[in-house]
């Protein structure tokens, strides 16, 4: 059976009448409890606050976006861009696995914010974070945790990141976002890069002058090599590692750094184990050429990776690959970066998913935002800056976001999340694998590790009108690349919410 919670809201269901009528009036809706309590018992939930999650969408406009959502479209247009807008939420009705529009459609929502929502929606623990005093005078007092940060910060890192932290890797930069994690921990890597060469000795007074005129020695010649079809941030530093979309990009001045090509395998895997073997080797030897090449313009510090390509079309690599690239940088003397903004925080059934790659140590920085609310980089010790300020903004990251991260890792722990990662993930691969081989000329290419799942489709166009179409049916899902679907579910999504999606895709593939 499934684990079924209690969302407290008085939006929702304001007395229990109200709710069994509701409940009872309409099969479609199960309440939801907290683990060992009672639908109606009073003890830790009041009847009054309880909600449901409906155990399939519910429409109520003859399409998504509706007419309020439409209507305030309009308005936020007279005010800001917004073009990537596909409709406004109720967040005081979204509740579990399901995303409320201001039309009252409950959207079954299986790209969860862009990966941001690990246990879905008003989930009652995290609800229950900023009751407490304490950590509401966190949530007002935002300090600039660079110069003041609370007296329990040090702890907090501690017993809050520190517990998740990749193996090997002591040492924590807390930043706001993915863009400004990747964009320090670049400099993290330039700063260390630099102090090899200068034998660790102090800059020099020609360094601290050209440095202030945009010009060498100070302003240092040096790259971050990645990869087509990577994506790490919209920062303008970042954008010249992103290579996914150039409308992102276009009339932005970037830096000349080189770009390898990510390998580009066939499915499925086990089929095709001698083309693929050969893309990995072919795609190491272009990064080593790429590396050491005396054409580069600018010597390369360090290599930037995904370890599954996400915005550019959830691109694998294989062990063997990760492992490969590992050897180069130690070789070549620069530092590998992994970049886990998305597929940090256990989506993919280990919390951090290079550790599918048994990678022989851990790499030397890996950056995350997303899942864990704040963002940062993990690293070596080498990689700290010895002066003050190098590495420095207003924020630093956010307390209040740890706090929420705090309760976000006991729900994980408590409820066997990466368990449930795995088994269901597993339940929704075969599901799109069985559909797949049910549509051959709409699909292929299923791949994915636990819920960090895509299919291929036929063309853009036959992706795109999916997409729309599985949206006027009650399902949000995203896209990557140039014709995939990718699914991005919250941790608590169960077998029963796959069987609702399986049924709806396979209706919307079938009217095509």
Known sequence: MMRRRCFPTKQICRSTREFTQRAFRNSR????????????????????????????????????????????????????????VEFFADYGKSFGNYICDVDGNMILDIFTQKSTLPLGYNHPKLLKVFQNEQNLKALINRPALGITPGKDWPDRLSSVLQSVAPKGLS?????????????????????????????????????????????????????ILSFKGGSHGNTLGTLSTSHTNYIRKLDYPAFEWPVA???????????????NKKEDKDRLREVKELVGSSACKCPVAGIIVEPIQCEGGDNEASEEFFKGLQTICKEKEIAFLVDEVQTGGGITGKFWCHEHFNLEGPPDL??????????????????????????????????????LLEEIIHVIEEEKLLENVNQ???????????????????????????????????NAATRDKIVVTLKRV?????????SSIRFRPALIFKKEHVDVFLDRFRKVLKCL
């Open 29 to 84: 809706y199960i309440p939801l409890i907290p683990h060992g309590i009672h639908p109606f018992s009073t003890k830790s939930a009041k009847s009054e606050d309880l909600v449901c999650e409906p155990k399939e969408p519910v429409l109520k406009s003859k399409d998504i976006p509706g007419p309020k959502s439409i209507a305030l479209k309009k308005k936020l247009e007279t005010i800001q861009a917004a073009g990537t």
């Open 171 to 223: 040492k924590i930069t807390s930043m706001m976002c993915s863009s400004c994690s990747n964009e320090n921990a670049y400099k993290a890597i330039f700063i260390w890069y630099q102090n090899k060469l200068r034998g660790d000795s102090c800059p020099s007074e020609e360094e601290k002058k050209s440095a202030m005129q945009n010009k060498p020695p100070g302003s240092a010649n040096l790259s």
């Open 261 to 275: 090509r990510f390998p580009k395998y066939k499915y499925p895997l086990d089929k095709n184990q001698a083309f």
């Open 366 to 403: 890996v950056t995350f935002s997303k899942k864990l609310q704040m963002g940062g980089f993990f690293h070596k010790d080498e990689f700290v800056a010895k002066e003050p300020y190098r590495i420095f903004n207003t924020w630093m990251g956010d307390p209040s976001k740890l706090l």
């Open 424 to 458: 269901t993930g597993a339940y929704f691969k075969e599901g799109l694998m069985s559909i797949e081989k049910e549509f051959k000329d709409l699909l292929h290419s299923t791949r994915g590790r636990g819920f960090f799942l895509a299919i291929t489709c036929a």
């Open 474 to 482: 009650g399902i949000q899902v995203g896209i990557s690349g140039e």
